[in-house]
């Protein structure tokens, strides 16, 4: 009698209990170099598709207002298409370098042209963004914006009409929840956790993460730049995902404190 007891009462959990959900893997999406020979279709937040895959231009960012498209004539065909990663983000997107072929060579491989991200930043149509693994060609980026800052081939450029600005660590708390590019002065520094450091640059707070017992002590009085998402966390706080995304202020021209 009592094994009856027992399997009624497993029987009795069994119908009540709910069916495990079935998790759905998000698909992996590769990324591979190719050539386009149809110029693509630029939507407002700068992704394309070809071939069924979106794609979009890697390191770049078109601030908050998206009213400004995309000059298609920069994406004279053919193109290339060199993928910044072996497989799509989170959102299925594929981030790319892209090119203008410009000829071939003698073995009949197409030739690098003009660099569309290094266009758009000396424009003034968009500014560099880092991702966790610096991109090979940062510093050529870092110079195109530099000029787009200028306004020296576009002077309706989104650093002219104040889309793009560079805005004191002082009025920090002013941006909350927005990407901002923010200049301060280093005041003081101290560790934080196990692989991080806190600097303060006078109104807003920067988290670094460091690898393997760096230190960021020398960053003492040095006047930065640091670009990201601007959050509350006992006061403005932004993260830097390593410290070679920090910029001192020597390595940029004069920022355009004008917010």
């Known amino acids: 009698m009592l094994w009856r007891f027992y399997c009624l009462v497993i029987f009795s959990l069994t119908a009540v209990m709910p069916a ?8 992996v999406i590769p990324c ?17 598709s070809a071939n069924g895959v979106r794609y979009r231009l890697t390191n770049l960012s078109y601030g908050e207002v998206e009213a400004t ?10 193109l290339l298409l060199y993928a910044a990663s072996p497989r799509g983000d989170k959102d299925g997107v594929c981030p790319v370098d892209v090119y203008q072929q410009n000829g071939e060579t003698k073995t009949g491989k197409p030739k690098k042209g003009l660099w569309l991200q290094a266009e758009l930043l000396r424009r003034g149509l968009a500014v560099y963004t880092d ?4 991109h090979r060609g940062r510093t050529a980026l870092l110079e195109a914006e530099q000029q787009g800052r200028g306004g020296v081939l576009n002077n309706a450029g989104g650093w002219q009409s104040d889309v793009f600005t560079v805005i004191p660590a002082a009025k920090g708390m ?12 280093v005041q003081s520094i101290k560790p934080s956790g196990k692989n991080g450091w806190l600097l303060d640059i006078g109104g807003v707070t920067l988290r670094v993460k460091t690898k393997g017992g760096e230190t960021l002590e020398d960053w003492q009085g040095k006047t930065v730049e640091a670009r990201g998402y601007l959050y509350w966390s006992k006061g403005a706080r932004l993260n830097i995902l390593t410290a070679a995304h920090l910029l001192q202020i020597s390595d940029v021209i004069p920022s355009q404190q004008n917010r």
């Open 20 to 27: 495990t959900a079935q998790v759905i893997a998000a698909p």
């Open 131 to 134: 991702t966790p693994r610096p």
């Open 174 to 185: 002013e941006h909350l929840n927005t990407w901002q590019i923010v200049s301060g002065t």
């Open 32 to 48: 591979r170099a190719i050539t386009l020979s149809d110029a693509p279709e630029i939507s407002p937040d700068g992704t394309f």
């Open 69 to 78: 498209p995309l000059p298609p004539a920069l994406f004279k065909t053919p």
